[in-house]
Each structure stands twice: as structure tokens, then as C-alpha cells.
């Protein structure tokens, strides 16, 4: 395909999310290790060299799949707390919506943490994303909590609650929890984050 024809068949940053939603697919069919501009780009329709327009190297494609990744699981915690109206319910809503997020989605999941892309003056689009995810964690927390908690505390509370779905994920999509206790099921690891999170921040 011309350059040409390129332009007229994206406009704007439409290519950059096409060629995103492309390795979002590619990822979730195969892994990590699979995802290249160049095949993205053959799913996608266009020449080799039209990624470089929207990314410098494949460390960036990786990034802005992370960001999607982060706004994806935002919506997702957003929607699972909609209706529920105590505070410790909310939460333990968001952190089932969290771990389901990374078990339905394994590889994306640990592409959003990589090391290689916590830099954020390298890649300011995934970490205002993922800044976004925890902003949303520390408002839920201050909630629950109730307006006398200090911000100490509320940072307090937010990082072990993180540590606990973050932990349950990693230990289910690694193998550890499915492999050692395999009565272990979604609705069993659902109540999990449930007490993890409603004990911890109760006695917060």
C-alpha cells in the first residue's frame, strides 16, 4: 500500500489506534514475545515503515498498549462499583473487577508492569494512565475510610490493598495458586479479594 493510500485510509491518530488495537489482539491470541511492528502492521494492512510515523521502536508500541491496558482496566473498576452504595463494598467490587481484568487478560497484564517502561518521562502516556488506575484506588480508599482519614493514612491503606488483588492476580496467572490449590475457582478467588480487601481496610 502507497504512502498515499495510507493517509486516506487513516486520518489523525486513527493508524496509531489501529495499529494498538492490533497488538492488543496479537497479544491476547499468543503473548508477549510474539508482539513486533512489523506484524502489526501486516494485520493492520499497511506497509512496514508506517508504525514508525506513530511509534520510534517497539519498546513505545509496548507502552501505549500498557495505556490501554491501564484505561481498559480503569473502566472495568469503574463500572463494577456503579450502584454500590457502602464504601468497603465499592472497593472489594474494584479489586474483584481487577483480578478479573488480569486473569482474563494475562500477557496484557504483565506488559502494563514491565520494567522496562517504568520510566515516565519515556513514556508519559502509560503512566498518566496508569497514575489514573491508582488515583482511582486512593479516592475509593479515602471513602471507605471516611473524611477524618489523613492523606498518611489513606496511602497507607491503598498500598496493601493494592499489594493483595495485584498479589492474588500474579499468583493465579503464574500458576502458584491454580497449580497448588486447583479447587481454587474465579467465584473462590472473587471472595478472596473480598476479605482481603474489606479486613485490611477496616482495620485501617
Known sequence: MSPAAERNRYHHGELRQALVAAALELIDEEDVGALSLREVARRVGVTYAAPYHHFADKQALIAAVGA?????????????????LDAFERLAAQGRAYVQFAVAHPALYRLMFQRETTDPECYPELHE??????????????????????????VAAAIPAWAAVHGLASLWNEGPLRHKLPEVDAEFLAHAVTRALNGGLRQA
Open 129 to 154: 494512565a496508569a497514575d489514573a488506575c491508582f488515583q482511582n484506588l486512593l479516592d475509593s480508599v479515602r471513602q471507605a475510610l471516611g473524611p477524618e482519614a489523613d492523606e498518611r493514612r489513606v
Open 68 to 84: 490501554e491496558g491501564f484505561r481498559t482496566l480503569r473502566g472495568a473498576m469503574d463500572r463494577a462499583q456503579e450502584g454500590v
